[in-house]
Nanobody, 123 residues
Framework: QVQLVESGGGLVQPGGSLRLSCAAS????????IGWFRQAPGGEREAVSC????????YYADSVKGRFTISRDNAKNTVYLQMNSLKPDDTAVYSCAAAIGFRLCLPSQYNYWGQGTQVTVSS
């Protein structure tokens, strides 16, 4: 059974950091592109960051460039999103998603999704 499970969300003050994890089971991440997407209350799902299956290509939304870093550990079948200098505008449910092969960083390109983890940035 293909499953993605996110963890690491929580409440953090502005300027703080969190590291999200996306653990895969039921399949091997090596051949999959992985994306992190977020959805704020009342908003649409938007791309945050994506990484190709070969790690040669990464994408970051303009709003998170220089603050967030995506990485993958294929040995652990896990992808991470390190989030630094967090802002209240980063508050959202963050979900990871997977798709085999090369994919653009668009939600429609991904077919396996986790349940999401809440990130709240507030003082």
């Amino acid at each position: 059974q293909v499953q993605l499970v996110e963890s690491g969300g929580g409440l953090v003050q502005p300027g703080g950091s969190l590291r999200l994890s996306c653990a895969a089971s039921g399949f091997t991440l090596d051949y999959y592109a992985i994306g992190w997407f977020r959805q704020a209350p009342g908003g649409e799902r938007e791309a945050v960051s994506c990484i190709s299956n070969s790690e040669s290509t990464t994408y970051y939304a303009d709003s998170v460039k220089g603050r967030f870093t995506i990485s993958r550990d294929n040995a652990k079948n896990t992808v991470y999103l390190q989030m630094n200098s967090l802002k209240p505008d980063d508050t959202a449910v963050y979900s990871c998603a997977a798709a085999i092969g090369f994919r653009l960083c668009l939600p429609s390109q991904y077919n396996y999704w986790g349940q999401g983890t809440q990130v709240t940035v507030s003082s």
